[in-house]
């Protein structure tokens, strides 16, 4: 009875942790449409070397990585889930996502030495703001760092000084990122701010979808335990409830300046390259919402999305012991 108990809940496990496609796909499409997205503002800026754009989509990915995962390990793990068995899994997830920090940090760097070199080398970009950029990176990189590479047990990596001070420097620098951007086509404060909110929904988006494919799962798929389930389900749960206002925030901003740079004629649109890429844009945003609606929260296609419907889990899990002395002899 208790190896075939055993193998139910392994079974429940692996329907659980195996179906991540959609979410796969996902983060496919979005990062496509982010590198036209970053193709296209090139264009629009006049630096539009194709090689600088795919070094600046690093910059935005790397960043991306870092702010999202901050978010994750810092935010959509609780301190109940270090104490319900299932702290060995946030142990593991977090020397999982230190060394995708480390490759960022790593990507990070030099991306954005060219970005502020050449980028945003530009008289419409003040020097001193430049400056003010790339100290916060600095503070990003030395931040992160000290928080990835603590050897302390997992209790004391929760919400370190460290950790929310680098996931503080990441939103500051995706803020003056968009400013900087802004500024190189000549637009003002409201430009700038719907920039900022959409790249900072990007950069959750991409971070959180990092975690759940390369951190999250490999991390359940090693010990598919019932409080492992259950706490990944919670946190991915967590996860989607971002990512309800991260899709419509998406679709609105990216609108918003589609319409600013180039006007309302259909005939730009359909006519030119730059519009090409833009339609391209909103419709590999349209397939998000595809995926988004053809599976509610990615539900059945998560690697861990079943885990929100506790009654599979608790059918698969044994019955409790009875108490001592809870039974007749």
């Not at 960043?63 to 793990?77: P, R």
């Not at 142990?91 to 970005?115: E, G, K, W």
Request: with cysteine; glycine share 10%; aromatic share 8%.
């Amino acid at each position: 009875m208790a190896g075939s108990t055993h193998q139910s809940l392994n079974t429940v496990a692996d329907e659980l942790f195996d179906k991540y496609l959609l979410p796969k796909a996902a983060l496919v499409v979005i990062l496509a449409a982010s590198l036209i997205g970053t193709v296209l503002s090139a264009r629009l800026a006049g630096t539009g070397a194709l090689a600088l754009a795919v070094l600046k989509c690093s910059y935005f990915v790397s960043l991306g990585v870092l702010l999202g995962g901050l978010l994750w390990k810092h935010g959509f793990v609780r301190p109940a889930d270090l104490g319900t068995g299932a702290a060995e899994y946030c142990a593991q997830m977090y020397d999982r996502f230190d060394r995708l920090a480390i490759a960022a940090v790593v990507i990070l760097i030099p991306s954005t030495a060219i970005v502020l070199g050449f980028v945003y080398n530009s008289s419409r970009v003040n020097p001193l703001f430049r400056g003010v950029l790339g100290v916060l990176v600095i503070g990003l990189v030395v931040c992160t760092l000290v928080d990835v590479l603590r050897a302390d047990p997992i209790e004391q990596r929760f919400r370190t000084v460290s950790g929310v001070a680098a996931l503080g420097f990441a939103i500051a620098v995706v803020i003056l990122t968009a400013s900087a951007e802004v500024a190189l086509v000549g637009r003002g404060l409201l430009a700038a701010s719907v920039r900022a909110v959409h790249l900072l929904a990007f950069t959750v988006w991409v971070g959180g979808a990092v975690w759940n494919i390369f951190v999250a799962v490999p991390s359940g798929q090693a010990q598919p335990t019932v409080p492992v389930i259950r706490a990944a389900g919670e946190q991915l749960e967590r996860f989607r409830w971002a990512v309800r206002f991260i899709i419509p925030t998406l679709v609105l901003t990216g609108i918003y300046q589609a319409v600013d740079a180039l006007g309302t004629q259909p005939s730009t649109y359909f006519g030119t390259l730059v519009g090409q890429a833009v339609l391209t844009k909103v419709g590999l945003i349209a397939l998000l919402m595809v995926i988004f609606l053809t599976c509610p929260m990615w539900r059945a296609c998560s690697p861990i999305d079943g885990v929100c419907d506790l009654a599979d889990l608790e059918r698969s899990s044994p019955p409790a012991a009875p108490e001592e002395g809870g039974t007749d002899d």
